[in-house]
């Protein structure tokens, strides 16, 4: 099959006559015609616009359109086969928040698996009220506990103040650990050294307390919390110490 390319003076750029089906060559060749078409196309748009050519005003808006489409044209060939993104694009600075159920073992043992199933539940509503009170983002649920989500450290530190008084009321006492840092997006989940890190520092808090990473308390500075600092602490497997601080409970 032929495929004809033509110059069409009234529209200033090109026309492409086909003649069937077109082959692969016939493909190519058009391709490489239309790619060198561009710069001439694009040079003349400013001349048709101020009228320098002397053709009717009307013929600038079709020119400009046939300019436009095949740069976009071009660009999205360019871009369909670009690499993929960035990993660094998918690292975001956020704040985690542990949660965990303490001596959870030993009283599913005691209760034996139905009623502990059913505080469980109980637990899980009480904790996930306080979630939306404060704007919090489920990420997952650790069996006894949460891994969740804020975009600002203070709510996240007013909220572990709640969980761990609510649950309180249940009978239950847990441990949460807060740290800000940067964290790695992986769909809807989040991985990283952050998120060790606020592992970590959760599980050295102890029966109802709220520890938070040096990082935090920094952060929430002039937002009216209140801390006791718990010295410099070796988080497992991070390789240096990290201060760690007690939220107060402001009541």
């Known amino acids: 099959m032929t495929v004809q390319h033509e110059i069409a003076p009234e529209l200033g ?19 490489a015609v239309v790619v060198a078409t561009i710069p001439v196309v694009l040079a003349l748009v400013p001349l048709l616009v101020t009228g320098r050519l002397g053709l009717v005003d009307a013929g600038a808006p079709v020119v400009v359109a046939v300019a436009s489409g095949l740069a976009m044209r071009v660009a999205g060939v360019r871009t369909r086969t670009a690499g993929r993104p960035d990993p660094a694009a998918q690292r975001v600075l956020t704040t985690v928040l542990f949660t965990d159920i303490v001596d959870s073992t030993r009283r ?8 502990w199933r059913d505080l469980l539940d109980r637990h899980d509503a009480v904790v996930r009220r306080r979630l939306a009170r404060f704007q919090g983002d489920e990420v997952a649920g650790t069996g006894d506990g949460f891994l969740v989500t804020f975009d600002g450290p203070a709510r996240a530190v007013r909220c ?4 761990t008084a609510a649950v309180r009321e249940l009978g239950l006492e847990v441990r949460v650990g807060v740290h800000t840092g940067e964290v790695e997006r992986r769909g809807a989940n989040v991985g990283g050294l952050g998120v060790h890190i606020g592992a970590r520092v959760a599980s050295l808090a102890g029966p109802g307390e709220v520890l938070v990473s040096s990082t935090v308390k920094g952060l929430v500075a ?21 201060r760690l601080y007690a939220a107060l409970d402001p009541a």
């Open 222 to 242: 002039g937002a009216g919390l209140g801390f006791v600092d718990r010295g410099p602490q070796w988080l497992k497997g991070v390789p240096e110490e990290w």
């Open 108 to 115: 599913a043992a005691a209760m034996g698996d139905a009623a």
């Open 160 to 163: 572990a103040l709640a969980i």
């Open 13 to 31: 750029g090109l026309r492409t006559v086909d003649r069937g089906v077109p082959d692969a060559a016939g493909i190519a060749a058009g391709w």
